[in-house]
């Protein structure tokens, strides 16, 4: 560990907040209908998720060998060009969890590690045939796979129990709902966290401080499961929010049998090798219990908007980590600089969050993005950052108390701290306007 | 470009039969739940035994459990 160079301690830092992020912006994924329906509390959920996530993290041996499964040519990559890629995904997961839209982690590393890598060793470096094959495609496929299965799931159920005591069945349905919630967050932990643990451990060689083929010291991955376990812990409430009430409105049949879909399709699609994405398999298993319900209903335009954001992961996240590795390769002034930006930008993004906040206490209100909600992200929010963000913030609960609300110089303070940090992604903006052909 | 239709296929399928058959075998399950309670009620009024619909709701649980377990050992492998 004595030759870890600043450079190398600050990759594996930056790894470690990008597995923060991930297992913050995930809990949805496993928590958000069993929130939702109330089979178990805020608290209890994200706890047990946490735990989950952490134990997933110490399961499996197989650390993932390649960051990027093969979609850039990772010889030679260079340590700042993960950097450069971990800090795109970053910014591209909180900027996501701020509007309070799902959307898929891995495709923002990749997306990030694209942006790098073409900045870094031009678009050859890039296989553009597995973007299409592992994120495009799965993209498309993922909710279609999960939604219909939960659609017929959801049918099914309501089928047969529909002559048993609601009130009986809601107990078991919990109890169903709760099983596939916890193995959908330890199929999450495992793969995951070991994706970070591949990250580090891919740095530690490139750095010369393991052997190439060795595998992650201990230190690495547990470090990796309790970074994402406590970013699982404090919960991505407004992500959460999304999902369990933004989409549709479920009732504990419909949790249970999207829940279901949704373990299922994750374990299936890592078991026989066409991996799809966790958060697009869950959103898509959500609408699709949605629509199986007679009389239910998917909120279109919140399900329009995270599809926007899926379909700009990859640009949004590719941009910003183009222009971090454009100043990344200035040499160390250069990184300073990108570490600076990111630390300001994610203090800008949790600043404005505090505006309209969306804890466990109020997670599952019923007010949902009111008009007045609606407007005011979208005021403040530059429009630059307004350029790689689907519009209004929607989902975000319009519980704000009025001491918020009163807090007009509060306000301003904002509107003038988001003012560099916008710039720099107005750069990122201008600069390459193209690579979103990618 | 090589796109594995044969796997994504296979995915959709199996994932869409487990899902089904598992959420149905589930319901199954609650619902023989219930209706085990609901004649219980009705025995004290001098109705019939609940044993079948008891042990097909444990029946019920228990290939959901197996289905749970080899989850667990697929995420394990």
Not at chain 1, 73 to 101: M, P
Not at chain 1, 242 to 263: I, R, V, W
Request: hydrophobic share 50%; charged share 10%.
């Amino acid at each position: 560990m004595e030759h870890i160079t600043l450079l190398l301690g600050i990759v594996i830092v930056t790894a470690l907040v990008f597995d923060f992020t991930n297992g913050f912006h995930d809990t949805a994924n496993a928590m958000a209908t069993t929130i939702s329906t109330g089979a178990l509390k805020p608290k209890t959920a994200v706890a047990m998720s946490a735990v989950l996530n952490l134990v997933g993290a110490f399961l499996s041996v197989e650390v993932a060998k390649t960051i990027s499964g093969g979609i850039i040519n990772e010889d030679g990559l260079k340590t700042e060009v993960i950097f450069a890629a971990l800090v795109g995904a970053i910014l591209w997961n909180l900027l996501t969890w701020l509007v309070g839209l799902p959307s898929s982690s891995s495709h923002a590393l990749f997306g990030g590690l694209i942006g790098a890598a073409v900045m870094s060793m031009g678009w050859s470096s890039v296989n553009g045939g597995t973007v299409v094959t592992k994120v495009l495609l799965p993209a498309v496929a993922a909710p279609l796979v999960a939604g219909i299965a939960a659609t017929l799931a959801t049918r099914l159920t309501y089928k047969i129990s529909s002559r048993a005591d609601e009130k009986a069945t809601s107990k078991g349905y919990r109890a169903g709902q709760i099983a596939s919630a916890g193995l959908v967050s330890l199929a999450h932990g495992t793969n995951d966290a070991q994706k970070t643990m591949g990250i580090i451990t891919l740095a530690l060689i490139t750095g010369g401080v393991l052997n190439p083929g060795a595998n992650p010291p201990m230190w690495v991955i547990v470090s990796a499961g309790v970074a994402i376990a406590l970013g699982t812990y404090l919960g991505g409430w407004r992500i959460i929010r999304t999902m369990g009430k933004g989409l549709t409105e479920l009732a504990p049949p419909q949790g249970f049998a999207a829940q279901t879909s949704a373990a299922t399709a994750i374990l299936t699609s890592s078991h026989i090798g066409f991996s799809l994405s966790t958060t697009q398999v869950c959103s898509g298993a959500v609408m699709g219990a949605g629509l199986g319900r007679k009389g239910g209903v998917v909120r279109w335009s919140t399900a329009t908007r995270m599809f926007v954001a899926w379909g700009l992961t990859l640009p949004a996240a590719g941009l910003v980590g183009a222009g971090a590795e454009l100043l990344t390769k200035q040499g160390t002034w250069g990184i300073a600089t990108t570490a600076a930006l990111l630390i300001g930008g994610s203090a800008v993004i949790w600043s404005l969050s505090r505006r309209q906040p969306v804890d466990h206490t109020n997670v599952t209100d019923d007010k949902i993005g009111t008009p007045g909600a609606d407007a005011e992200p979208a005021g403040v929010v530059t429009t630059a950052i307004a350029a790689v963000t689907p519009p209004p913030a929607g989902p975000v609960a319009a519980t704000a108390t009025p001491s918020e609300d009163t807090d007009a110089t509060g306000t301003t303070d904002v509107r003038m701290t988001i003012s560099p940090a916008s710039a720099a992604s107005a750069t990122a903006t201008a600069d390459a306007a193209r690579p979103a052909t990618v | 470009m090589k796109i594995d239709w044969a796997a994504l296929g296979s995915v959709f399928g199996v994932s869409l039969a487990v899902t089904v058959a598992l959420v149905g075998v589930f319901t199954l399950g609650i619902v023989g739940l219930s209706k085990q309670e609901q004649a219980r009620e009705a025995r004290a009024a001098g109705g019939t035994a609940a044993l079948p619909a008891r042990v097909g709701a444990y029946a019920c649980f228990a290939l959901c459990a197996a289905a749970v377990a080899y989850g667990i050992s697929l995420i394990v492998a």
